[in-house]
């Protein structure tokens, strides 16, 4: 299975591919775009209710965040209880609380309905506190959680061999394995009738009276309604001023003497750490996740992985890191995703995204949500979670001055562009941003010397791409479209991808 990232996840050695390109109909009842979580997640709920689908899917099944995640089942979200009751009111966090209860129903259903074997488990989690300041926040969530009736007690134990200061445990949260799970749905969809396109890069859409006509990589596509499952959605939109794209860092490690943690945990530091095992061909991994940042910020992304194995190596008796990879996943304005109509559709177009680091959740609680706009125009969740609002919260601004730095920087980029009078001056496995008679070029040179050249300019919103040593890819700090080193699209929003220059 391929991602979009040079380093292998751990979900990567699930193998099982479908390499069908069945023949086009005329037209579907709905075409989902997107072949993770929430595309499959959706595409089997509006097939099992009876609509003709297809899914369409720029690379393969897994290939964004979700074969990059951690697939940890939690609902105590990013965006805590606490916070909600601020800025959307008690009655709405409470809404919220029932978000990640069906979630896990949903996928609890759909692997006993399809016999889907994906390691599912049900599990406590422990949020710890470790100093002072943690603790306050700590109590912060503790104090929202009772308001709104999420189960959470405070514990003088924790199976994570921290000195903390205050922990809660949480029962009944859960992990699995997701490309297992998403596969399974595929198979099932596809038993059910429905059509996968692999390879199949969705270009753009032209929205009518009656239909809404995308077209694609591998011909058009006519359907009486679409969904842009695609974790931002394509083209230019509203949405990706709303949503900052950030990377997070995870690595599976072999411990020494088998005596991996085997529930979920998380500290309150800024970017917190979490924490999960899974057993992957019989042997025990433990995963540890942290070290975000905006996309496009860090100068050296191999770096962060180095902080996050040491400071693991700090706490647990490590014998060796398996897998270490990398992925992306969207910040929204005010903390809360957003599903529903796209902005500037006319009605037939949905999406969602701005899931922060809970698309296992937000992801599945999709197919409810779409699926009920779809199939009866309603959903309960429709105005917590409606694209076209516009909430004036504290948060907001923060995010708008996180949006300037943006700007800044792309400017500065522009400014600063490194003048070199040769490509020949980088060192082999080095990449850089360069002007080259009066252009700008992103240059990586392999090890062993063979040169990539590419035009830097992102062609979604002109902004210049910065190196990801990490993933070898050029990643975009403005809205989070990503490049292999050929130009090559990996991520959205683009559907474009970067010239490529041949030397
Ligand atoms: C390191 C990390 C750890 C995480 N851990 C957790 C966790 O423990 N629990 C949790 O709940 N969440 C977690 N998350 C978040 C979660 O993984 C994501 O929110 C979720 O996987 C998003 O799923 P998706 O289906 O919406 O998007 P994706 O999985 O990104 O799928 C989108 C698909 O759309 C395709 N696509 C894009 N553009 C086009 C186009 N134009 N045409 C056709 N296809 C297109 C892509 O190829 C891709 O396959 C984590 C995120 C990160 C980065």
Redesign the pocket.
């Known amino acids: 299975m391929n991602r979009?990232g040079a380093r292998k996840s751990i979900w990567q050695e699930e193998i099982k591919t479908f390499s069908l390109d069945p023949a086009l109909a005329k037209c579907y009842d709905v075409a989902i775009?997107?072949?993770?979580?929430?595309?499959?997640?959706t595409a089997i709920r509006l097939q099992k209710e009876g609509k003709k689908c297809i899914v369409?899917?720029?690379?393969?099944?897994?290939?964004?965040?979700?074969?990059?995640?951690?697939?940890?089942?939690?609902d105590f979200f990013d965006t805590t209880y606490a916070q909600a009751i601020k800025d959307v009111g008690l009655q709405n966090a409470k809404l919220l609380k029932y978000v990640g209860i069906e979630a896990r129903n949903i996928i609890r259903n759909n692997i006993r309905q399809f016999n889907i074997s994906c390691d599912f488990e049900s599990k406590p989690a422990y949020l710890f506190a470790l100093d002072e300041k943690q603790e306050k926040k700590l109590d912060d969530i503790l104090k929202g959680a009772s308001q709104v009736g999420h189960p959470m007690a405070q514990t003088d134990d924790i199976p994570f061999p921290f000195a903390f200061k205050k922990a809660v445990s949480i029962p009944d949260q859960g992990?699995f394995h997701?490309i297992k799970y998403?596969k399974g749905l595929a198979e099932a969809f596809i038993n059910l009738g429905g059509l996968l396109l692999e390879e199949?890069?969705?270009?753009g859409h032209d929205e009518k009276e009656d239909v809404v006509i995308l077209q694609?990589s591998k011909g058009r596509v006519s359907a009486r309604s679409v969904i842009?499952?695609?974790?931002?959605p394509?083209g230019v939109n509203i949405l990706h001023l709303m949503n900052a794209p950030?990377?997070?860092?995870?690595i599976a490690f072999r411990l020494k003497g088998d005596c991996h943690p085997m529930e979920l945990g998380y500290d309150l530091t800024e970017p917190y750490h979490?924490y999960?095992t899974q057993k992957i061909n019989g042997e025990n991994l433990f995963i540890a996740?942290g070290e975000?940042h905006k996309t496009g910020h860090a100068d050296d992304t191999g770096e962060c992985f180095s902080k996050l194995e040491n400071y693991v190596r700090e706490y647990f008796d490590v014998d060796t890191a398996v897998y270490s990879?990398?992925?992306?996943?969207?910040e929204p304005a005010d903390g809360l995703p957003y599903i529903g109509v796209l902005p500037g559709s006319k009605g037939k177009i949905y999406t969602?995204?701005g899931?922060?680091?809970?698309?296992?959740?937000?992801?599945t609680i999709?197919s409810q949500i779409l699926g009920d706009l779809i199939l009866n125009g309603s959903s309960k969740y429709k105005d917590l979670f409606d694209p076209a609002r516009i909430r004036p919260i504290a948060g907001f601004t923060n995010f708008v001055k996180e949006q300037a730095v943006v700007v800044f920087d792309f400017v500065k980029d522009k400014m600063l562009t490194e003048r070199i009078n040769s490509l020949t001056e980088l060192s082999d496995g080095e990449a850089k941003v360069v002007k080259y008679e009066g252009e700008s070029y992103a240059v990586y040179k392999e090890k062993g010397g063979k040169l990539h050249l590419i035009k830097s300019t992102c062609p979604h919103a002109k902004c210049e791409v910065r190196w990801n040593s990490a993933e070898i890819s050029w990643d975009c700090p403005c809205h989070g479209s990503r490049f292999n080193i050929n130009g090559r699209?990996?991520?959205?929003?683009t559907?474009k991808n970067l010239q490529r220059i041949e030397l």
């Open positions: 979009d775009v997107g072949a993770g979580i929430t595309g499959i997640s369409l899917e720029a690379s393969n099944i897994g290939f964004g965040t979700t074969g990059g995640t951690t697939a940890h089942l939690n992990q997701p998403i199949c890069l969705c270009e694609s842009y499952a695609t974790h931002i394509p950030y990377r997070s860092y995870a979490y999960r996740g975000d990879w990398s992925s992306q996943y969207y969602a995204t899931f922060r680091g809970n698309g296992m959740i937000f992801g999709t699209m990996l991520t959205g929003p559907v």
